[in-house]
Nanobody, 126 residues
Framework: VQLQASGGGLVQAGDSLTLSCAVS????????VGWFRQAPGKEREFVSV????????YYADSVKGRFTISTDNAINTVHLQMNSLKPEDTAVYYC????????????????????WGQGTQVTVSS
């Protein structure tokens, strides 16, 4: 499985940005895909995860109400719409696939995700 994250950039506080994660190499519509982020000097943290059908989602409290995760199975892509961005959202954002995961009980632990994309930088200026 290969994941390619894109869409990062430099924005101002309050702006919006959409990240995309293109997935290839294995049947896309069978496992959850998540987004994580890592700021300088900090551990990688969970942002959001979505079931393969898109019917189930889970968000970190820090982004709930501002970020929306969605899946487009027609093009094997997961999107992360980020609104009302804050300087503390600045990080490298990674998408990852949980091939052994459950679509009923979504996992937020980075250790549960088997395959990772290369990351895309999001910088929010104040």
């Amino acid at each position: 499985v290969q994941l390619q994250a894109s869409g990062g950039g430099l924005v101002q506080a309050g702006d919006s940005l959409t990240l995309s994660c293109a997935v290839s190499g294995r049947t896309f519509s069978s496992y959850p895909v998540g987004w994580f982020r890592q700021a300088p000097g900090k551990e990688r943290e969970f942002v959001s995860v979505i079931s393969s059908s898109g019917s189930r989602t889970y968000y970190a409290d820090s982004v709930k109400g501002r970020f929306t995760i969605s899946t487009d199975n027609a093009i094997n892509t997961v999107h992360l719409q980020m609104n009302s961005l804050k300087p503390e959202d600045t990080a490298v954002y990674y998408c990852a696939a949980d091939l052994r995961g459950s679509n009923r009980f979504l996992d937020s632990r980075p250790s549960s995700f088997d395959y990772w994309g290369q990351g895309t930088q999001v910088t929010v200026s104040s």
